[in-house]
């Protein structure tokens, strides 16, 4: 696991984050976590890397406790995801309602696949299934 300033590695900041270098009250740091091989030898290998991982995108609130779990375990499980702070950004909450249908957070998508929220995801994990949606 590496804890890297966000503008130096190469992911760039966090969905719907501001670019704002005066704006010292968000965090600008990410965790990120490598895969056993190691860092990247060229962009190549990076490209190919995302090429075969599953895009997993979770929509949140930042004072939402089971937003907070949901990253939790995932971060657990060693992989990237997209998050989307919709705390004020009233433009993304309306997406993940009408990606969703529904209008609590977190809302989680595997592969543009609803998988639902917070209790959902923790009950995938319980069955054993979370592991294989991850790696398909």
Do not use: W
């Not at 490598?34 to 190549?44: A, D, M, V």
């Not at 209790?119 to 995938?124: E, G, I, Q, V, Y």
């Amino acid at each position: 696991m590496l804890l890297s300033p966000k503008e130096s590695a190469g992911f760039g900041l966090r969905a719907g984050e501001q670019d704002d270098i005066h704006n010292t009250s968000k965090s600008r740091y990410t965790l990120f976590i490598f895969p056993p091989f190691g860092l990247f030898s060229n962009k190549s290998d990076k490209e190919k890397l995302l090429a075969i991982m599953k895009k997993i995108e979770i929509y949140t609130k930042s004072h939402c406790s089971y937003c907070h779990r949901a990253k939790e375990l995932l971060c657990q499980k060693g992989v990237t995801f997209i998050e989307y702070d919709v705390t004020e950004d009233s433009g993304k909450e309306q997406e993940m309602r009408e990606r969703s249908g529904r209008m609590t957070v977190p809302e989680i998508f595997i592969d543009d696949a609803l998988v639902g929220g917070c209790d959902n995801l923790f009950a995938l994990e319980q069955r054993g299934s979370l592991d294989r949606m991850l790696e398909d």
